[in-house]
């Protein structure tokens, strides 16, 4: 059975993306500790903020093999993915989308991240499989042909659900969505970790608690 994740040039690319990574984080970290700061810090909107223009924001290791796992076993060949950063998890997504013969549909707000994660892709061998579309989620992913067998919400976390309600309409029978930092909301009404566990005519949702984050795991039902 065909493994691209296995590949030299893919687990190359990954591991240089995963250090940087690591390494970013700790020496914001050490920044903050340094002065003074403690606890969660209150950021601007994620449109406005520069910082985040050269922030990872990405998948751990652990969260990259069940991502490429669940995709890949799903068989999925159209893959949408909300908010594609460095292009981290593209290549986990894409490495499936190889196996399965079909293709990811990105989307990033900012340019030089949309550039770093082609890059990146060629690096890996993986481009053919992938476009990026830069601009706003909600527009540049209306147009997308379904059905669509897979998505990965990992952007703002505010526009998690006009993103994925805007994709419903295409969504394939049983459909997977997965999306990143439900640990960062609280499950109250209004938010999305409340939206995609409270509708279970819609959406069967667990939890999972892997690495560093807590991904939402959701199959769709195809009741809008």
Same mark, same amino acid.
């Given at each position: 059975m065909i493994s691209t994740i296995d590949q030299v040039s893919i687990r190359r690319v990954l591991q240089?993306?995963?250090?940087?990574?690591?390494?970013?984080r700790s020496t914001r970290q050490a920044e903050r500790r340094a002065v003074g700061e403690?606890?969660?810090?209150?950021?601007?909107?994620f449109r406005d903020a520069a910082y985040y223009q050269h922030s990872y924001l990405s998948i751990g290791p652990d969260q990259g093999a069940l991502l490429y796992f669940l995709a890949r076993a799903s068989g999925a060949c159209r893959i949408v993915e909300f908010g594609s950063s460095f292009g981290v998890?593209?290549?986990?997504? #894409?490495? !499936?989308?190889?196996?399965?013969? /079909?293709?990811?549909?990105?989307? %990033?707000?900012?340019?030089?991240?949309?550039?770093? #994660?082609? !890059?990146?892709?060629?690096?890996? /061998?993986?481009?053919?499989?992938? %476009?990026i579309r830069l601009g706003d989620a909600t527009e540049t992913l209306s147009d997308i042909v379904g059905p669509i067998d897979f998505v990965f919400l990992d952007g703002d976390k505010s526009l998690y659900q006009p993103v994925l309600e805007s994709l419903e309409s295409r969504l394939a029978a049983d459909a997977l969505i997965i999306a990143d930092n439900l640990d960062h909301l609280t499950g109250d009404p209004g938010d999305f970790r409340h939206f995609v566990t409270t509708q279970p005519d819609r959406y069967t949702t667990r939890l999972m608690s892997i690495g560093k984050g807590m991904?939402?795991?959701?199959?769709?039902?195809g009741k809008a």
């Open positions: 240089r993306e995963h250090d940087a990574a690591r390494h970013q403690t606890g969660p810090r209150p950021g601007p909107s998890s593209t290549i986990y997504l #894409a490495a !499936a989308a190889s196996d399965n013969g /079909g293709h990811v549909i990105g989307s %990033e707000f900012y340019a030089n991240k949309r550039e770093r #994660a082609m !890059a990146n892709l060629r690096e890996a /061998g993986l481009d053919a499989r992938v %476009e991904f939402s795991v959701s199959q769709w039902h």
